[in-house]
């Protein structure tokens, strides 16, 4: 039998969005990675995934091997090379500066047009991360506690994202959690994480397990949805951490 393949979300769903790993949820994570293979997707940037996740697991390089990480919705993938003791960038897939500066305008194309107020943001509205671009309604830096009041029944950014999906219909726009929208290549998803997974695991999906906060329609984990693999919805960390417990049995 197949082991199976244990995929999660991060900001929501491991730890609170941009907030670091909690030390109960890092020990669950380490005793997940001893008996299966794990990746966590999320359209956070690579190097958000060092500070807020990476710096607070204490796994050593044996377990961490077993672990393959898929920044900004799986446009790259890092995974734990034991000889450099480090992590290794198996491939990127980056945006032409021509398609940033074009996400960008539309982008403020769209809030402006909107009507939505965007004033007085903690940090950029708007974050180039190389394969994706991100805007956060109250900046890259906003506390989770703004970030959750701002705009919790989407309706925000949904006057945006129906801008853009007109402006920019050849580009991927997902809206995410709390306060996000994260925009990438037509196709790039985390839907295209899994199949990506998939190839490099060589494992079917009847045997992959996924774990997210925002599998709502429209959310930036519902795609995996229909690629059909086990989806199980959380609230939030804890939750998570409850499941993965529960599937370590």
């Not at 305008?105 to 809030?111: D, E, F, I, K, P």
């Not at 004033?119 to 991360?129: A, H, V």
């Not at 709502?216 to 059909?228: A, C, K, L, Y």
């Amino acid at each position: 039998m197949t082991q199976k393949i244990i995929v999660c979300d991060l900001d929501g769903t491991l730890a609170p969005s941009k907030a670091p790993l909690e030390k109960s949820m890092a020990d669950v994570l380490c005793r997940v990675l001893e008996k299966h293979k794990m990746a966590v997707i999320s359209g956070a940037s690579y190097k958000q995934f060092q500070s807020q996740f990476l710096d607070h697991l204490s796994c050593g390089g044996e377990i961490l091997k077993n672990l393959y990480l898929f920044p900004t919705n799986g446009t790259a993938c890092f995974i734990f090379d034991a000889a450099e003791n480090g992590w290794k960038n198996l491939y990127e897939e980056k945006m032409t500066a021509q398609e940033i500066d074009k996400i960008i305008s539309a982008l403020q194309n769209a809030v402006s047009k909107s009507g939505v107020d965007v004033s007085n943001p903690f940090g950029e509205l708007i974050e180039d991360r190389g394969s994706q671009v991100t805007f956060s309604g109250r900046g890259q830096e906003a506390p989770l506690d703004v970030k959750k009041i701002w705009d919790p029944d989407k309706t925000k950014r949904q006057k945006i994202v129906a801008i853009l999906e007109k402006d920019i219909p050849e580009f991927e726009i997902r809206i995410n959690a709390n306060s996000s929208i994260d925009i990438t290549h037509k196709g790039i998803d985390k839907a295209y994480a899994i199949r990506k997974i998939e190839e490099m695991l060589k494992v079917g999906r009847e045997n992959i397990v996924f774990l997210g906060d925002a599998l709502f329609p429209g959310g930036n984990d519902s795609s995996v949805i229909p690629t059909g693999v086990k989806c199980i919805a959380v609230s939030g960390p804890e939750e998570a951490e409850r499941e993965l417990i529960n599937i370590l049995g």
